[in-house]
T-cell receptor, first 114, second 109 residues
Framework: DSGVTQTPKHLITATGQRVTLRCSPR?????VYWYQQSLDQGLQFLIQ???????AKGNILERFSAQQFPDLHSELNLSSLELGDSALYFC?????????????FGPGTRLTVL | LAKTTQPISMDSYEGQEVNITCSHN???????ITWYQQFPSQGPRFIIQ???TKVTNEVASLFIPADRKSSTLSLPRVSLSDTAVYYC??????????FGQGTELSVKP
């Protein structure tokens, strides 16, 4: 158990809909990262937040957004969903802001868009 | 940022040493190399990180040549429980994080 929790575990929705994925980091970690894992694209870094502020952006679509709240939990919002958004979404957390320290991954949320 | 390339799969037998190489020809001066292990239905788990030469911890070694255009993860005496997907990650303090496609390691008895 990494100490990172993600909810829900599974999510099934339809094209055009909007969903919110939630992540609680390990106690004491200030950085939260979001990743998308699909069969054809592998693990793709989406975005990083550090202590409530956006710190780095990866391959995140404009239809996707994220935020980190004062209690440090984070949410990833996916809107206007397409079939290709079906994937595993992982959240990870770490202590510092650099992105180079050990990241602890949650169990993931499996999103299926029908 | 460096694009990373790994073999898609590798087979080994229990007790053997396994070396998985990742190519990152365009690695930048401030990039670090990290390796993660992932079991089915779980998130990746940190194995080891390095910048140059050799790094060793209790589970693996990481060899990085002087030109840093590749890195090799070495797993000594693998067991069945080492069957997993291994990812190479090249990243820097600028916040960019690039994972390789992953190498599926299968350890047989």
């Amino acid at each position: 158990d990494s100490g990172v929790t993600q909810t829900p575990k599974h999510l099934i929705t339809a094209t055009g809909q909007r969903v919110t994925l939630r992540c609680s980091p390990r106690s004491g970690d200030l950085s939260v990262y979001w990743y998308q894992q699909s069969l054809d694209q592998g693990l793709q870094f989406l975005i990083q937040y550090y202590n409530g502020e956006e710190r780095a952006k990866g391959n995140i679509l404009e239809r996707f957004s994220a935020q980190q709240f004062p209690d440090l939990h984070s949410e990833l919002n996916l809107s206007s969903l397409e079939l290709g958004d079906s994937a595993l979404y992982f959240c990870a957390s770490s202590v510092d802001r650099t992105g180079l320290d050990t990241q602890y991954f949650g169990p993931g949320t499996r999103l299926t868009v029908l | 940022l460096a694009k990373t390339t790994q073999p898609i799969s590798m087979d080994s037998y229990e007790g053997q040493e396994v070396n998985i190489t990742c190519s990152h020809n365009n690695i930048a001066t401030n990039d670090y190399i990290t390796w993660y292990q992932q079991f089915p239905s779980q998130g990746p788990r940190f194995i080891i990180q390095g910048y140059k030469t050799k790094v060793t911890n209790e589970v693996a070694s990481l060899f990085i040549p002087a030109d840093r255009k590749s890195s090799t993860l070495s797993l000594p005496r693998v067991s069945l429980s080492d069957t997993a997907v291994y990812y190479c990650l090249v990243g820097n303090q600028g916040g960019k994080l690039i994972f390789g496609q992953g190498t599926e390691l299968s350890v047989k008895p």
